[in-house]
């Protein structure tokens, strides 16, 4: 019998892990948590990453090196050629690098999960614990709400909101759209301020809210540069991990195995571990241990914009200022889930920054669909834990999501047509989306368009997902535990049913918050 180092390893120090590990060694627990990125305390993080805009960051070279994973690379539609999928490592993981959008899923999203066989997790099971992770500055004393957690809520006053924000909301509540001041209420639709993850306008992610205020703690020991290749096994039980650190093979047990890893790296670990597809693994020589659909089911938050060129006064002043304060959730039709779709708004156009650009000169309106019925793909490339795994996200592969997105970018074209949008416009919006603009009343050429162009939010879920043990799509069970196996849980995004109706990363530190209490 392996000798058993740590009670816990949890693979992965992002929004989940850093949460999990920490109440665990606040338990008494030993726990050793890993990551394949670097190991920094707050102090060391770069300034870049603490400014409102987050293209600061990603266009600083410096700033960028070693928190973001190099080679990771995904299709959004089947159209689309691979490009990019960001997503963070090292200490703070994706909450280190993202947009520090602090908005909770609508409850309805999990009386879904709790139906589906996911027990423990409804809407009364989860609040207490987003109430727990939040400081919210503003609405910190409503019962569904915390105050004092480590995740500050802070939302920017309107008076200090950029031109694209307030003509959205502006467009919005003039037709006929409600104003909903608390978007994390259980029942808000309609306009709010997003609620962001920052404290006198610096970033705040949960290195610096979770892991450095637990430093100290003994029993929490933080490891950097350590690279998980694969879970251990004894029999049927996982006893640890062997990874990669400083060009050696290294090995770590423990009584239980957690993997945090996040959407894309979970999986992976688990392929490479023997636990997934049958046929997948054989292809690549891998001795299957069990077979489970890991890797299957992914979705993101498809997202289509309308460009607006930007008058002097509308557009931002500096490349610090924040880039979106605004989101309009609401539901699509009679029938249709609540808060289906989702507005947006981008003071600077978000694909100028996906190429790093600072260009003030165009903003947008976006409208992304909040839920989704399409699935992607991920397979391992090889079985070297430094190759990053093939990603099909294969969005609008599913008719009805096609649908819903033309309705919604109908919509939006609407809004960005109205006289609240053309105060901050200068010249043609229609002109200034020509491409769009020339398809738009073709519901087969607008979805060639769509499929051509769509992006996504980095809102990546759903690749190891809960289910009852009898559901044919799940991987682990309403314990997080993975099926067929003992000794291994998988608490991160990559557990959800489906995508939230909402950004993703106040949902996954509650997960890891909730599980913590749940493994002890």
């Not at 919005?172 to 006198?200: E, K, M, Q």
């Not at 290749?229 to 049927?236: A, C």
């Not at 003992?486 to 995004?493: N, P, S, T, Y």
């Amino acid at each position: 019998m392996t000798s058993v180092g740590w009670d816990v390893i949890v693979v992965g120090a992002g929004s989940a892990g850093a949460a999990l590990a920490v109440r665990s060694a606040e338990q008494g627990k030993r726990v050793l948590l890993l990551d394949a990125g670097p190991d920094y305390r707050s102090a060391q993080t770069h300034e870049a990453w603490r400014s409102p805009n987050p293209a600061v960051a990603l266009m600083d070279p410096a700033a960028a090196e070693g928190l973001l994973w190099t080679g990771l690379n995904s299709s959004r539609t089947d159209k689309q050629r691979q490009a990019p999928y960001w997503r963070g490592r090292g200490a703070g993981g994706s909450s280190s690098v993202n947009g520090q959008i602090a908005i909770r899923p609508p409850m309805a999203d999990f009386e879904g999960w709790s139906g589906q066989g996911c027990s423990g997790w409804s809407a009364q099971d989860v609040l207490p614990y987003f109430a727990k992770l939040e400081d919210d500055e503003q609405f910190g004393d409503e019962p569904y709400h915390g105050r004092g957690g480590p995740t500050p809520i802070h939302r920017m006053p309107q008076e200090e909101w950029g031109g694209v924000d307030t003509a959205l909301a502006r467009s919005a509540l003039a037709a006929g759209f409600g104003w909903a001041p608390d978007v994390n209420a259980p029942d808000a639709t309609g306009v709010s301020p997003y609620p962001i993850n920052s404290r006198d306008g610096r970033r705040v992610s949960v290195n610096d809210a979770y892991l450095e205020p637990a430093r100290d703690l003994n029993p929490l020991t933080v490891r950097g540069d350590a690279l998980v290749d694969r879970v251990l096994f004894e029999g049927n039980r996982a006893v640890g991990v062997q990874l990669v650190s400083g060009g050696r093979v290294v090995t770590e047990h423990a009584d239980t195995v957690v993997l945090s890893a996040g959407v894309i790296h979970s999986p992976a670990i688990l392929l490479r571990s023997g636990v997934g597809p049958a046929e997948h693994l054989r292809t690549l020589g891998i001795d299957v241990r069990h077979e489970l659909p890991v890797g299957l089911g992914m979705q993101d938050h498809p997202m289509a914009l309308v460009s607006i060129p930007l008058t002097d006064a509308a557009a931002v002043k500096s490349p610090h200022d924040r880039h979106t304060n605004v989101c309009v959730r609401w539901t699509s039709g009679p029938g249709a889930p609540q808060n289906d779709v989702m507005f947006v708004s981008l003071n600077q156009n978000v694909l100028a920054m996906a190429t790093a650009s600072t260009s003030t000169g165009s903003g947008a309106f976006g409208v992304w669909l909040n839920q989704n019925h399409s699935r992607g793909v991920l397979r391992l490339t090889s079985t070297d834990p430094e190759d990053q795994p093939l990603v099909r996200q294969r969005m609008l592969s599913d008719e009805r999501d096609l649908a819903l997105l033309r309705h919604g970018v109908r919509t939006l074209v609407g809004l960005a047509l109205r006289p609240e949008a053309a105060a901050i416009t200068e010249g043609s919006v229609e002109k200034e989306n020509e491409a769009l603009f020339a398809v738009l009343d073709s519901d087969s050429r607008l979805d060639g368009h769509l499929l051509d162009t769509v992006v996504d939010a980095q809102h990546g879920t759903s690749t190891c997902r809960m289910g009852a043990a009898d559901d044919p799509g799940a991987v682990v069970d309403s314990e997080c535990r993975v099926l067929g196996v003992e000794g291994l849980r998988v608490v991160d995004a990559s557990v959800f049913p489906s995508v939230p109706r909402a950004n993703t990363n106040l949902a996954t530190i509650m997960a890891g918050e909730l599980m913590a209490d749940r493994i002890a």
